[in-house]
């Protein structure tokens, strides 16, 4: 069975610091990993998608399928990084097609 | 474009009560799925169906009962209400035949006395 594990639920770091949102996986097929961002009072959505391997406001992660990590970094946080995040994975096609989720963590960016 | 639309937003039941939470969307997407959102606990799948007519189970199924009769609504009813479905209840569609992206409405918070 697939899951995702987000060992954290709160990081909290000042502004201008480097941030790393930790994500782990198991799963034994070939992985699909997404992270999903909630800001206050809005409705939850795609920050990354580990196979376009963009930058999305300045966050990236990587697939490392030897340590079956997909963990989000950023240089420099700002305040406005401050939300929920969710790592979530992709299994199945066709008739079985749904995204697993993490527990979350919150990221709090202080001034 | 409304996207993904959840009605109502908020509801309070008493227990033993029962309630349909409206999901539409209205970007001709195939996939349609229900999640509820828990402290601790994250998005948790309940139902999800993969096109008009079908539903399948998901996690956390117990307690729930979808129906997708037409292809841009996707309903959850709660038959009975319990204390423990007391949670934030979001709805996600997707285009692709594949996992891609989910779009989700705006959550339906239950509470439940």
């Known amino acids: 069975a697939q899951r995702v594990t987000q060992p954290e639920k709160l990081l909290s770091v000042f502004k201008g610091a480097p941030v790393e949102l930790k994500c782990n996986y198991s799963?034994?097929?070939?992985?699909?990993l997404f992270w999903y961002v909630q800001y206050s009072r809005q409705r939850l959505q795609l920050l990354l998608r580990h196979i376009s391997r963009e930058s999305i406001k300045g966050f990236t992660a990587d697939l490392n399928k030897g340590e079956t990590s997909f963990h989000l970094k950023k240089p420099f946080a700002q305040e406005e990084d401050s939300a929920m995040y969710y790592c979530?994975?992709?299994?199945?096609?066709?008739?079985?097609?749904?995204?697993?989720f993490g527990k979350g963590i919150t990221l709090s960016v202080r001034p | 474009n409304a996207g993904v639309t959840q009605t109502p937003k908020f509801r309070v039941l008493k227990t033993g009560q029962s309630m349909t939470l409206l999901c539409a969307q209205d970007?001709?997407?195939?996939?349609m799925y229900w999640y509820r959102q828990d402290p601790g606990m994250g998005l948790r799948l309940i139902h999800y169906s993969v096109g008009e007519g079908t539903t399948a189970k998901g996690e956390v199924p117990d307690g729930y009962n979808v129906s997708r009769l037409k292809k841009q609504n996707f309903l959850l009813g709660l038959e009975s209400a319990a204390p423990s479905q007391t949670s934030v209840y979001f709805c996600a569609s997707s285009y692709s035949t594949d996992t891609g992206e989910l779009f989700f409405g705006e959550g339906s918070r239950l509470t439940v006395l």
């Open positions: 799963y034994s097929g070939s992985p699909e």
């Open positions: 979530a994975l992709g299994v199945c096609r066709g008739a079985n097609s749904k995204l697993t």
């Open positions: 970007m001709n997407h195939e996939y």
